[in-house]
């Protein structure tokens, strides 16, 4: 009882607290499905491993999870092809933006890590090799570890993507000519933007990630991790989540987690809950303004972070 009362208080404080905030950023413009959101929302769930759920605010409006897929084409990939992913993608933060180019080529082909574009450009090409309806079985996987079938794709968001993916065309190519990519550049580009593509609200988000939380085993619709393949994820998220700014994160929050670029923010507190915020307004990593604040905040007022 004691940490109902407390949650539910720590989330109200955080969202007057944050206010200071409120017009800070702007919302990603590069596709017109993004463009055109309202960015004065804020939405808020923590997911406690005792299964308490706590929201705040539009914790119930889906939106645009963008580079967060790429935490669970990774735990796809894992549970697929085990270490064989390693041949692939580093694990070695890149401190450079999501969709740099630079290190790639100087590493001839081989992506730093798995949760910028060129490693998630990687998961995707090994995902369509191994099977004919991968985008169905990624979208089964969510909504198994959602607990939502109301999880899905949205065509215009995939679509604007690809249009407008030059840079992630010029990774795609890259990767071709290093030979770290096996399927058709087109086929690959295209499942990379679908699984940008899907919607989900902090509530939807707060559960997939419990899953992460090491707290229980790891076997959703077939997809089983260990419990150490989910550590290395978390271990990843530490230190690669969020680009650039993934020391600052850690600073500030001391969790690991994962941002995409449509606002929202998934981290977990291995043993304890897992959390989602979303708020379209980013600074200039890509990152949401009153996510981070919020998170940062949580951490602080609860005092339980990994550190
Ligand atoms: N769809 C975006 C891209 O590939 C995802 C980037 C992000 O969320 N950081 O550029």
Redesign the pocket.
Known sequence: MKHVLSYDRILSEIYQEIQPFSKVGQQATYIPALAEIDPDQFGMCLHTVEGEIYTCRQADTRFSI??ISKVFSLAVCLSLFGNRVWERVGVEPSGSS??SMVLLEAEKGIPRNPLI?SGAIVLADMLLAHSEDAEQKFLDFLRCLSGSDAVCYRADVAEG?RRT?Y??AAIANMLKYYGNLEGDIEQVLRFY?RM?SIEMNCRELAQAFLAFTNSRPFDYGGIRLTVSQVKRINAIMQTCGFYDEAGEFSFLVGLPGK????GGIAAVCPQRYSVAVWSPRLNAK?NSVMGMKALELLTTKTEESIF
């Open positions: 963008q580079s999501f969709n574009n993507e993916g840079m992630n933007c940008c941002s995409g670029v449509g890509g």
